[in-house]
């Protein structure tokens, strides 16, 4: 079951067993076990210039860096924050801007 898909000329889907799927033009091109738990309203971030996936656990309040070559996970960050996260969006220089439930906005530069 898909969960959330980010796009940056491929397409990056991750499922709730935490598999995460790149496609090219139509085309699978890997697939790759994580090994993290995705839950649903998840959000997978990126940018086009990026080499890293930015998947946003909002209940959990953390955020997994991953490889988008090989899936692999290189760190994970969390907010020191009791409130659960709204959403969250990503700029143009990796930024990673969240809102949590509480009207505070977080500014992670990863």
């Given at each position: ?38 839950v649903k309203g998840s959000n997978l971030l990126t940018t086009p210039n990026s080499q890293y996936l930015y998947l946003i656990n909002k209940g959990l309040g953390r955020i997994y860096v991953l490889t988008k070559e090989s ?40």
């Amino acid at each position: 079951n898909p969960v959330s898909l980010a796009i940056d000329g491929k397409l990056f889907v991750i499922a709730e067993n935490g598999i995460l799927t790149t496609y090219y033009k139509g085309t699978k091109e890997a697939e790759v076990n994580t090994s993290i738990p995705v839950v649903k309203g998840s959000n997978l971030l990126t940018t086009p210039n990026s080499q890293y996936l930015y998947l946003i656990n909002k209940g959990l309040g953390r955020i997994y860096v991953l490889t988008k070559e090989s899936g692999t996970l290189l760190k994970t960050l969390k907010l020191n924050s009791q409130e659960p996260i709204v959403d969250a969006s990503i700029s143009d220089d990796q930024t990673i801007y969240i809102l949590s439930k509480d009207d505070r906005v977080w500014k992670v530069v990863p």
